[in-house]
């Protein structure tokens, strides 16, 4: 057999132990050990990026579930932390969802797989200039960069072994997860109004509290000055929470 045959051979055999056959010389044993070694890496690396779903799906469909990433993707990249990105790739653009697995598994994966993308972001390393104690209202508030405003139709942030529902409620989920000046990745959960503002905090460049506020005033068609009270509350908030850094220092590249 040509030496690439032979590779392409081995290699399928790793994939798929079960459908496809070992190459021409290669001994069962050392063909398990292989098997065995390379899957078991790949699942511990997704074990840790993706525990809940591992519960709510069980031993038996998560082994299934991984043997196939394993057996039909092509990943792209050589490093180890990137693998649950492809994990979540595999999952939301070639994946098949057979009937027992539950509907909300896509966005599940997702939103599991954003605190590992959090925490490894490097955004935050070439911050603009900003006031940390800049006026919010007035001034333009700078977004933390390492920072995700998050829709979905399930309630991701709820679901447990215990919790699987079947279909998915009429509003959906808005989440905002941030990484912290303590480096620790944060979650929470916003109402669609405050969803709505931050997301024009961080869509609007150059965009102030107050000329955000009066967008979603208009958006929602309420008076801007009900709104007013509030917005200024969440902006307060948010800085002491670090999703807001301050007001960018005028002529600030955003």
């Known amino acids: 057999m040509d030496f690439q045959d ?15 056959p070992r190459p021409p010389g290669a001994s069962a044993r050392r063909m398990k050990v292989y098997e065995g070694l390379l899957y078991n890496n790949l699942e511990g690396f997704l074990l840790g990026c993706f525990p809940v779903s591992r519960k709510i799906l069980g031993a038996r469909r998560w082994k299934r579930l991984v043997r196939a990433f394993f057996r039909d993707h092509a990943c792209h990249t050589p490093y180890f932390r990137q693998i649950p990105e492809e994990f979540l790739k595999y999952i939301q653009d070639e994946w098949a969802a057979p009937e027992d697995f539950p509907a909300f598994l896509p966005e599940l994966v997702h939103y599991e797989w954003v605190e590992l993308s959090l925490d490894v972001a490097d955004s935050d390393r070439n911050l603009p200039g900003h006031d940390p104690d800049g006026d919010l209202w007035l001034g333009v508030p700078l977004v933390n960069p390492v920072l995700r405003v998050l829709a979905y139709r399930w309630p991701v942030h709820r679901l447990s072994p215990r919790f699987k529902p079947a279909s998915p409620p009429e509003t959906p989920t808005f989440i905002v997860a941030w990484r912290d000046a303590s480096l620790s990745v944060r979650f929470q959960q916003l109402n669609p109004a405050a969803a709505r503002f931050l997301d024009l905090l961080v869509s609007r460049s150059g965009c102030t509290g107050q000329a955000a506020a009066s967008e979603l005033a208009q958006a929602l068609g309420h008076p801007e000055a009900s709104l007013a009270g509030h917005a200024r509350e969440l902006l307060h908030a948010w800085r002491a929470e670090g999703i807001l850094l301050g007001t960018a220092t005028p002529g600030a590249a955003l």
């Open 6 to 20: 032979y590779q392409r051979a081995f290699t399928a055999r790793i994939r798929d132990p079960q459908a496809r």
